[in-house]
Each structure stands twice: as structure tokens, then as C-alpha cells.
């Protein structure tokens, strides 16, 4: 038994955590809010999304579609025939990627046609506004 994997999905989770706290990207922006609903909403398409998700293996590993191979490095913790534990992180994770970098894209695009509108306006970066 190892959790070089779960290890593995923990530090990820960490490391996706801090991205999305220090941008605000999804759980970041419900935390800046500190409104019940959207923190209701945020936990809404994340649990939500990853339930789907966790249906949609469950069906797979009932089709005879998904199954679990050996693998050394994963605990051998068995929530259902074919689900190891590492599942429910590997979704959790997946589903909080997928978030952040559709929030961020957008957000990046946003920055990028603000700035691209300052530049058509004469605006040149390091310079102040006005007069040479």
C-alpha cells in the first residue's frame, strides 16, 4: 500500500488552492464575497459538477467501461468495486482545474482587451497620461 498518488492529488490540490486564493479565480472570489449565496452557488457547481462525474465513472465501471489496474503507487483502498480513493480526489481536482482556468482565460482576456484599448488610445505603458 502507498499514497504516492494520493500524496501526489494533495499537493496538487494545494497548489491549486493557492492559485485560486491569490487570484480569486472560483473558491478565492466566493471567499472575497463573503456572501451565503454565492458561497451556496461556488459549492453548487463544484460538488455538483464532481457528483456527475462520480455517476458517470460509477455507470462506466458498471458497463464493464472503467476498471481499476494495479498500480504500486496508488493505496488500494477500494470504495466500491473498480473505485479506489483516489478517484474522488482525482475529480475534485479535475473539476477545480477546469474552473480556474475557464475563470482565469476570462479574466486574462479581460485584462488584455483593457490594456489593448489603453494602447489604441495613444497610452504607451510606463508613460503618465497627458501631455509629453
Given amino acids: 500500500m502507498s499514497w504516492a498518488y494520493a500524496g501526489a492529488l494533495g499537493f496538487s490540490l494545494l497548489g491549486m488552492a493557492i492559485l485560486d486564493f491569490r487570484h480569486g479565480l472560483f473558491w478565492g472570489a466566493a471567499l472575497r464575497s463573503k456572501s451565503a449565496g454565492v458561497w451556496a452557488r461556488t459549492a453548487g457547481v463544484h460538488f455538483g459538477v464532481w457528483a456527475v462525474f462520480l455517476l458517470w465513472d ?17 493505496t488500494g483502498i477500494n470504495l466500491a468495486p473498480h473505485l479506489p480513493m483516489e478517484e474522488l480526489l482525482f475529480l475534485f481536482f479535475l473539476v477545480w482545474l477546469t474552473i480556474n482556468v475557464f475563470v482565469g482565460a476570462a479574466k486574462l482576456a479581460e485584462w488584455r482587451a483593457g490594456r489593448g484599448a489603453g494602447r489604441q488610445a495613444g497610452h504607451q505603458p510606463g508613460r503618465e497620461a497627458g501631455p509629453p
Fill in 58 to 74: 460509477i455507470l462506466g465501471i458498471e458497463l464493464d467501461v472503467f476498471f481499476r489496474g494495479d498500480s504500486p503507487y496508488m
